[in-house]
């Protein structure tokens, strides 16, 4: 079974501070798929990344980046200089690679950027 | 592209109504999903269908929840009679192979509340 864990419930930052956010995943899958979303008050989701897991570089997007250790089951999120519009709940999500198979989401954890 | 559709955004009900949810995928895409987001149980998937053809409902939680997909522009999610304890956001999304480029692409959601 496929299984995600986001241990951090609540997280509250300052403005500027960076901001890592955990996701460990387990699945007896070889090939799979992570993401990550962000749901803001409005309550939408938002696709932020996706990531094969057999490539485990890590990538950066605006002050956005993702840490893939396939080794750890793990795929971290970090925001540099956190804004107060990062203000959300973010969720990891993990599905199998055989495409369009349904997303198995971690419970999420609430972001707070204090101005 | 307009994106995923749900209507209504809102709806709120008495206990023993009937409910029905709305879901417009996006043209061309052939996968479609629906979640359930609830603050004890996250977001869980409750159904997906493959070209109108329902593949997976072991998420639907008991006999009273239904859905169809009479076309591939259109779903429906119905719950009769409903309860207080469905009260919760539903999300609808739809999704187009090759597995290369998957993302499940998510409408606005509807937030039901049933008194």
């Known amino acids: 079974a496929q299984k995600v864990t986001q241990a951090q419930t609540e997280i509250s930052v300052v403005e500027k501070e960076d901001v890592t956010l955990d996701c460990v995943y387990e699945?007896?899958?070889?090939?799979?798929?992570l993401f990550w979303y962000k749901q803001p008050p409005s309550g939408e989701l938002v696709f932020l990344i996706r990531?094969?897991?057999?490539?485990?570089q890590n990538e950066i997007s605006g002050r956005y980046s993702w840490n893939f250790q396939k080794s750890t089951s793990s795929f971290n999120f970090t925001i540099t200089a956190s804004q107060v519009v990062d203000s959300a709940v973010y969720f990891c999500?993990?599905?199998?690679?055989?495409?369009?198979?349904?997303?198995?989401f971690g419970k999420g954890t609430r972001l707070s950027v204090i101005a | 592209d307009a994106g995923v559709i749900q209507s209504p955004r809102h709806e709120v009900t008495e206990m023993g109504q009937e409910v029905t949810l709305r879901c417009k995928p996006i043209?061309?895409?052939?996968?479609l999903f629906w979640y359930r987001q609830t603050m004890m149980r996250g977001l869980e998937l409750l159904i997906y269908?493959?070209?109108?053809?329902?593949?997976?409902d072991s998420g639907m939680p008991e006999d009273r929840f239904s859905a169809k997909m009479p076309n591939a522009s259109f779903s429906t999610l119905k719950i009769q009679p409903s309860e207080p304890r469905d009260s919760a956001v539903y999300f609808c999304?739809?999704?187009?192979?090759?597995?290369?480029?998957?993302?499940?692409?998510f409408g606005p959601g509807t937030r039901l509340t049933v008194t």
């Open positions: 999304a739809s999704s187009l192979a090759p597995a290369e480029t998957y993302e499940q692409y």
């Open positions: 699945t007896r899958d070889t090939t799979y798929y």
């Open positions: 990531r094969n897991s057999f490539d485990e």
């Open positions: 999500a993990l599905s199998a690679y055989s495409g369009n198979t349904p997303l198995v």
């Open positions: 043209s061309g895409h052939d996968y």
């Open positions: 269908f493959n070209n109108n053809v329902p593949i997976d």
